[in-house]
């Protein structure tokens, strides 16, 4: 007899919910859970030991199931499983299971006892936890999520998967044709490497079915990341990217048109953007795959920032309509990992770290982990059982399901985004494959895995043992299955001729890109415009960024910080760098734009310099005075994020990548902490144009300036930064840099810097070598009069004081950044009006131009030299230095030169004695003057 239960629907709020404060945007959600009647709830008291078992079954099931496609897991006895172990002896005995199991049979009032015996009762529990899908969510510490899903799962309205003639056949079909794809790439090109799906082919319909039900559901566009491995499969299979596209790349060709001169990546990060469309979905679904570099997942925090911004740019619409809109409703982040990868690679933990907080949650991700082995097994490759059990570091669900079955693939597929829309939440697939080659098709796996490969290549590929299975239940025929390979082979076979005549089309600037330009074509004006505003607007942006609403009570030590931010604002000098700031979000709201600054306590800012948003001392309730007090389109939103550089980064580019409108920010607490974040630098910010087309408007502020604060805390490395930079080492100068490395030693230059972010017609990173002593030095100040209309960024201060004397100038010292007023202020102490102190502001590109006429323009000047905090190779000195030399011999003949003036060759930036840190300093401030 089978069991019947009233499910109570109960409306509450998730327990993530949480107003992101800075930006305005609600992000908690009424969901419904099941629950259990009052009879039910005694019912399971009175059968406690039944309860102790089904819930062991519930807990330990995933560790009996039928999970492993080549049945190499060994696995001890699961005694957990075991009725006995609860006092459960006669398989015969019934029970009253309501309450206690999920179902709704027919017939059966609500209440009613239903008895089934316990080998029922073991049957059906078995049928569900210990088969081919294991499922552990007995972990999650939400009553709601264990209730959901023991629900969906035992009872008679679980997902079946796919169950008609018409859903099997498009499984076989794209089985078969990712396996011709395969075999036809081994026939045509055997020496490529192409990290193929083979063993693993069962990820093709796995995704259909997640795009499918994922549009069925009103999602309208899903951000995909994913490494190598089966990329080209589903690329050409799914994601409509020409076959003949792929070839031509193949063949040594540039996937992008070469007069874009970019250098293109390898085969196995090209990339595609189809819109699909599916029976029972109102509008396409977009499926965004974004390029990657060979660092495995790495795109993560990529993927997870670029679906956060297409999320955020449809609420702030929506949010003018009547009703609510929530994170993921419209966008999904799906990601696809490797088992080695998944486990080994820190990136994932981060980037699991970001997925419930606010500021960073995408309304939850789909993790598809591609469980296909490596050379190293995985009792060497982890310390787990699973790969997947860093996702219960967020009591991520994870459904594991065994390959070899696409139809329990689909169904454990379907489940997940169940709940990833129900939820709100990430959830993991652990889709259980093999490779049938190595690492890559040129390896030989039997070296390290004799066992494993020899059970391989005695079985049936996945393709032939589902394409028999269906041809012995009659829903397809021998016939049919012979057709669909022979087609899609002719296809391949057209498109390889096709190839000969190829050529590639750019489509990097569409939609929301499309009123920039290729930053190659732009003038130099459209390089450095005006960026000036007017002073009545500056005065009201600056106003509005310090007021306090009424009754809300702030801090004492900040009233300090208002007055003297009015005060300055009202005689229109004396503005500090937080001031200046300021003045350039508010100003670029007005214009429209967003602003987003994230990175670690970015609110008050790392020096207590910024105080965007204040924190009611009483309350706690939080204020944005810019988007409170300021009338404007645009927001800003403040991002305090966890103690994370790798993923916070990453995340703040993929922003970059969807929404030119927004100016994203990503600060770190001190400079030199950028390298923990080195792979997202390398891979995407310095090179991602290069590669693939992509322009980004991020900025990435690093406190920098040694100050006794030791080895760390001191450097941004900028000899890394311009290391990486492809400035040109031609005296014509190079516009076309692929980032701006600057470190600017006024607000002015700063305010000007971020609004030529966002007005010049295309996209670059910038990197800002920013203050930390200057933050609140008095000679490092500006005037409303320097931001005025008609203004703008100077790569080159020339010296204020020398300029009007440039005759009497014997010697022109270059330099960057802080040591120009210690400089300044010892040339002052000396009375010298033989030095000239010539600021460059922009290091990349290096204004040669610039420097030209500022070299010539002092006639007599016949000593040239660089002075700089750094050691000698450190800082911009390794950049300049050629640069430099080649100039001044132009200027004033071949015997001219630029010295060095600064610390000698150091392993460490500074030294962690303080003692030590004065003396060097004082030498080098003084080597800037000797011999006068």
């Known amino acids: 007899m089978r069991v019947s239960l009233r499910t109570t629907r109960c409306v509450y709020r998730h327990s993530r919910s949480y107003h992101d404060h800075s930006y305005g945007f609600r992000h908690s959600r009424q969901v419904e859970r099941p629950d259990y009647s009052p009879t039910q709830l005694a019912n399971r008291t009175a059968n406690a030991p039944l309860l102790r078992y089904v819930d062991?079954?519930?807990?330990?099931?995933?560790?009996?199931?039928?999970?492993?496609?080549?049945?190499?897991?060994?696995?001890?006895?699961?005694?957990?499983?075991?009725?006995?172990?609860?006092?459960?002896?006669?398989?015969?005995?019934?029970?009253?299971?309501?309450?206690?199991?999920?179902?709704?049979?027919?017939?059966?009032?609500?209440?009613?006892?239903?008895?089934?015996?316990?080998?029922?009762?073991?049957?059906?529990?078995?049928?569900?936890?210990?088969?081919?899908?294991?499922?552990?969510?007995?972990?999650?510490?939400?009553?709601?999520?264990?209730?959901?899903?023991?629900?969906?799962?035992?009872?008679?309205?679980?997902?079946?998967?796919?169950?008609?003639?018409?859903?099997?056949?498009?499984?076989?079909?794209?089985?078969?044709?990712?396996?011709?794809?395969?075999?036809?790439?081994?026939?045509?090109?055997?020496?490529?490497?192409?990290?193929?799906?083979?063993?693993?082919?069962?990820?093709?319909?796995?995704?259909?079915?997640?795009?499918?039900?994922?549009?069925?559901?009103?999602?309208?566009?899903?951000?995909?990341?994913?490494?190598?491995?089966?990329?080209?499969?589903?690329?050409?299979?799914?994601?409509?990217?020409?076959?003949?596209?792929?070839?031509?790349?193949?063949?040594?060709?540039?996937?992008?048109?070469?007069?874009?001169?970019?250098?293109?990546?390898?085969?196995?990060?090209?990339?595609?953007?189809?819109?699909?469309?599916?029976?029972?979905?109102?509008?396409?679904?977009?499926?965004?795959?974004?390029?990657?570099?060979?660092?495995?997942?790495?795109?993560?925090?990529?993927a997870l920032g670029k679906t956060r911004a297409k999320q955020f740019a449809m609420m702030k619409t929506l949010s003018e309509e009547p009703g609510d809109c929530f994170p993921g409703d419209k966008v999904m982040c799906l990601q696809l990992h490797g088992d080695a990868s998944f486990t080994g690679q820190g990136i994932v933990m981060e980037g699991l770290g970001l997925s419930n907080l606010p500021h960073y949650t995408v309304g939850g991700s789909i993790h598809m982990v591609v469980n296909i082995g490596y050379t190293t097994p995985g009792s060497s490759a982890r310390s787990s059982l699973y790969c997947s059990d860093i996702g219960k570091m967020i009591n991520a669900p994870v459904l594991h399901v065994n390959g070899d079955h696409p139809e329990d693939v689909a169904r454990a597929v379907e489940i997940a985004v169940k709940y990833r829309n129900h939820f709100r939440k990430d959830i993991i697939i652990d889709l259980i494959v093999y490779r049938r080659w190595g690492h890559n098709e040129l390896d030989e796996p039997a070296f390290t895995q004799p066992l494993m490969y020899e059970k391989i290549r005695s079985r049936k590929s996945v393709p032939a043992l589902y394409e028999n299975q269906l041809i012995d239940s009659e829903v397809i025929t021998p016939t049919t299955a012979s057709s669909v390979r022979d087609a899609y082979k002719s296809h391949l076979t057209n498109e390889l001729a096709a190839a000969e005549t190829y050529t590639p089309k750019a489509t990097m600037l569409e939609k929301q890109w499309s009123g920039l330009k290729w930053p190659r074509n732009a003038s130099s004006a459209e390089r450095n415009p005006d960026t000036g505003v007017e002073r009545e607007i500056l005065s009201g942006v600056g106003k509005a960024s310090v007021t306090v609403p009424e009754g809300f009570e702030i801090h004492p030590r900040l009233s300090r910080h208002v007055g003297n931010r009015l005060k300055s604002l009202e005689v229109g000098k004396a503005l500090d760098w937080a001031t200046a700031e300021a003045l350039a979000f508010g100003s670029l709201m007005k214009d429209g734009y967003d602003v987003r600054i994230s990175g670690q306590d970015v609110g008050r800012g790392t020096f207590s310099q910024r105080h965007a948003m204040l924190v009611d001392q009483k309350s706690e309730t939080v204020t944005v005075p810019l988007n409170a007090a300021l009338e404007s389109k645009g927001r800003i939103e403040l991002a305090n994020s966890?103690?994370?550089?790798?993923?916070?980064?990453?995340?703040?580019?993929?922003?970059?990548?969807?929404?030119?409108?927004?100016?994203?920010?990503?600060?770190?607490?001190?400079?030199?902490?950028?390298?923990?974040?080195?792979?997202?630098?390398?891979?995407?910010?310095?090179?991602?144009?290069?590669?693939?087309?992509?322009?980004?408007?991020?900025?990435?502020?690093?406190?920098?300036?040694?100050?006794?604060?030791?080895?760390?805390?001191?450097?941004?490395?900028?000899?890394?930064?311009?290391?990486?930079?492809?400035?040109?080492?031609?005296?014509?100068?190079?516009?076309?840099?692929?980032?701006?490395?600057?470190?600017?030693?006024?607000?002015?230059?700063?305010?000007?810097?971020?609004?030529?972010?966002?007005?010049?017609?295309?996209?670059?990173?910038?990197?800002v070598a920013a203050p930390k002593a200057l933050l609140r030095l008095p000679a490092a100040t500006s005037s409303l009069a320097e931001m005025a209309p008609g203004t703008t960024f100077q790569p080159v201060l020339d010296d204020p004081v020398a300029s009007s004397s440039k005759s009497s100038v014997a010697r022109v010292v270059f330099l960057s950044g802080k040591l120009y007023y210690d400089l300044a202020k010892e040339r002052s102490a000396r009375s010298l009006s033989s030095v000239a102190l010539v600021r460059v502001e922009e290091l990349s590109p290096l204004p040669i131009p610039t420097l030209r006429s500022v070299s010539a323009s002092y006639s007599e000047a016949s000593e040239f030299l660089w002075v700089q905090e750094e050691p000698r190779n450190q800082g911009a000195w390794p950049h300049v230095r050629e640069r430099l030399n080649e100039l001044v011999q132009e200027v004033k003949g071949d015997g001219a030169k630029v010295l060095f003036r600064g610390r000698e060759e150091d392993a460490v930036p500074a030294p962690g004695v303080v003692k030590h840190y004065q003396i060097q300093q004082k030498k080098v401030i003084q080597s800037a003057f000797e011999g006068l």
């Open 56 to 302: 062991s079954l519930r807990t330990h099931g995933h560790r009996a199931a039928r999970i492993d496609p080549l049945d190499l897991l060994q696995r001890e006895e699961v005694a957990a499983l075991d009725p006995t172990r609860y006092g459960l002896v006669n398989s015969s005995q019934t029970y009253d299971v309501n309450g206690i199991l999920w179902t709704k049979p027919v017939g059966i009032k609500p209440d009613e006892p239903v008895e089934w015996t316990l080998a029922d009762i073991t049957s059906h529990l078995r049928s569900v936890y210990v088969g081919r899908i294991a499922y552990e969510y007995m972990h999650s510490p939400s009553k709601t999520e264990r209730l959901w899903f023991s629900n969906m799962l035992e009872s008679s309205e679980a997902v079946t998967g796919v169950t008609s003639k018409e859903g099997r056949e498009r499984i076989h079909r794209l089985l078969a044709e990712s396996e011709t794809f395969d075999q036809f790439m081994q026939t045509k090109f055997p020496n490529v490497k192409r990290y193929a799906l083979e063993g693993g082919e069962s990820m093709i319909p796995a995704l259909d079915t997640l795009f499918r039900v994922a549009s069925q559901a009103g999602v309208e566009h899903i951000i995909l990341g994913m490494a190598h491995r089966g990329r080209l499969n589903l690329l050409t299979g799914l994601l409509e990217y020409p076959a003949r596209a792929l070839f031509h790349k193949i063949r040594g060709n540039s996937e992008v048109p070469e007069e874009l001169c970019a250098s293109g990546d390898i085969i196995n990060h090209v990339y595609s953007s189809p819109s699909l469309n599916y029976e029972g979905s109102t509008k396409p679904i977009k499926v965004s795959m974004l390029p990657n570099p060979s660092h495995l997942e790495a795109v993560n925090p990529v």
């Open 642 to 767: 966890s103690l994370s550089e790798y993923a916070v980064l990453g995340f703040e580019y993929g922003v970059s990548w969807e929404r030119p409108d927004i100016l994203p920010i990503w600060e770190a607490q001190f400079g030199d902490f950028f390298n923990g974040a080195q792979i997202i630098i390398d891979t995407f910010i310095s090179s991602s144009e290069t590669k693939w087309l992509k322009q980004s408007g991020l900025v990435v502020l690093l406190p920098h300036g040694l100050d006794g604060a030791g080895a760390e805390h001191s450097s941004s490395r900028l000899e890394r930064w311009l290391q990486l930079t492809n400035d040109s080492q031609t005296l014509d100068g190079n516009e076309n840099v692929n980032m701006h490395v600057v470190f600017p030693t006024t607000p002015s230059q700063y305010f000007h810097l971020l609004r030529r972010q966002m007005k010049r017609p295309f996209r670059k990173p910038l990197i």
